[in-house]
């Protein structure tokens, strides 16, 4: 998959992010508040939207590309108002989808107005009124593309992801021999899972990861596991990493936030596949200077055909990155606006110049033009 431009409206919180254009790598910069985050959560929340659940107030258009091919995805759901119990349980309003057209190459496969959906110009069946038609038509052949590249983006939350999880994927896994290509397949598995599957498969890809993790932690010497268990003998792999000199192991609960942080990053860019999307907010947070500059090696120089839409604050990204990747947001009430570099006449003579003429810019100081 590769993402190629991005509108995207919440009717119920009012945010408006006007039409964004992303390029294989893409850098959010901008004053803190504008609205960066919104715009990978708008990203994901498509994710989620092909995945048949409701985004209430969500309106929306993508464009992208698969296997060759131009697709065009739009829609809209009804705005309900929220009610207080939904908010405080974090639960899904259910709401209708109003409006949905999915175009390939400029042609219309779909297009649904309220219960009345229409797939290669035939009126189908009624179909569940709160689920986009990337899910209710998945099976066909010109949506299944579409279904199956959403599945592609992965969202870095500003978190270390280390929470223990009862899987049951990992003992069906388990069972079988399995090589890199079934490991990356495997969907729902944390990156510490999934590090967990290439260590006891014996696979080089582990032993990749192990060695970009020490070179950017030297004290470390060996990654491991220590198997828990729960009811019916679930399988859960506990991250354990044994220091030079020290004779005791360290467990997942004791490792440190910024160890977690990188090891998760390297093992995602590791089994990354081609057409994979990756949203990474604030890389810096958490990272300590031995971690930023390896690991934003790694981002700009992947092992495979890759896109990356990420934020940051810090210079050394932000220098390390061509300025032509550079996306500032800026914000006026509610509507997030997206500017190239270009656009507002940064970077016009050197890389030096372009990072100076950012930070002096009152559309990077203040968010506002």
Known sequence: MRLKKLFYKNNTTGWNVKEVRFDKLTLLVGASGVGKTQILRAINSLKTIANGHSVNGAEWKVEFEEN???????????????KIEDIYHFTETDCAVLRETLC???????????????????????????????????????????????????YFLNSDGSGLKITPSIDVAKKAKLDVKDVKKLKG?????????????GLKEYQTILEDFTSIFPLVED??????????????????????DVDSWIFQQDISSGMLRTLSQIV????????????????????GVNCINQLA????????????????????????????????????????????????????HSKHEAFMQLLQSPAYKTGRL
């Not at 060759?68 to 929220?82: I, Q, R, V």
């Not at 990654?223 to 030079?244: Q, Y």
């Open 223 to 244: 990654i491991d596991f220590a198997i828990g268990s729960f009811f019916n003998d679930m399988t859960i792999p506990i991250l354990k990493i044994k220091e030079k």
């Open 68 to 82: 060759g091919d131009y697709y065009s995805w739009c829609g809209c759901f009804d705005n309900l108002k929220p």
């Open 297 to 348: 090696d790694l981002v700009m120089n992947p092992f495979e055909d890759i896109q990356v839409i990420m934020t940051s604050h810090h210079p050394y990204i932000i220098n390390s990155i061509p300025f032509k990747r550079w996306k500032i947001v800026t914000r006026s009430g509610s509507d997030v606006t997206v500017h190239s570099a270009d656009e507002l006449n940064i970077g016009t």
């Open 104 to 154: 390939v190459n400029d042609r219309v496969v779909i297009d649904r107005q309220n219960s009345v959906i229409t797939y290669e110009g035939n009126p189908t069946v009624k179909l569940d009124a709160n689920k986009s038609v990337v899910e209710l038509l998945k099976e066909e052949e010109s949506v299944a593309p579409v279904a199956n590249a959403f599945q592609k983006i992965y």
């Open 268 to 287: 995602m860019l590791t089994l990354a596949d081609n057409g994979d999307v990756f949203l990474i907010d604030e890389f810096e947070n958490g990272l």
């Open 189 to 201: 598995l944390s990156p510490f899972e999934k590090l967990f599957l290439l260590k006891i498969n």
